[in-house]
């Protein structure tokens, strides 16, 4: 069974920083991108950054772009995401999520429980 667990989430004063994490299990973690997508209260998902499978190759959404930092530890079976510079409108529930192949743009098949990050003074 694939499992993919957030954590690292919780309530941050603005310019502050967090790290998320996302341990998974029931599939070969080094053989598939995976990506940080997130939903902001009343608001649809956005994706935030993506990472293929070996680590070499990562991408950001502009509104995070400078800010966050998407990394993996293939021997751990982690991925992670440091966000730093957080904002207000960083607040959001981030999903950790598998793409189908090792490729950074593949559609997504797996995702994780979220955890949520809130940024308020």
């Known amino acids: 069974e694939v499992q993919l667990v957030e954590s690292g989430g919780g309530l941050v004063q603005p310019g502050g920083s967090l790290r998320l994490s996302c341990a998974v299990s029931?599939?070969?973690?080094?053989?598939?991108?995976m990506s940080w997508v997130r939903q902001a209260p009343r608001k649809g998902l956005e994706w935030v950054s993506l990472i293929d499978s070996s680590g070499g190759s990562t991408s950001y959404a502009d509104s995070v772009k400078g800010r966050f930092t998407i990394s993996r530890d293939n021997a751990k079976n982690t991925l992670y995401l440091q966000m730093n510079s957080l904002k207000p409108e960083d607040t959001a529930v981030y999903y950790c999520t598998k793409a189908r192949t090792s490729w950074i743009w593949d559609a997504l098949d797996a995702w994780g429980q979220g955890t949520l990050v809130t940024v308020s003074s």
């Open positions: 029931g599939f070969t973690f080094n053989i598939y991108a």
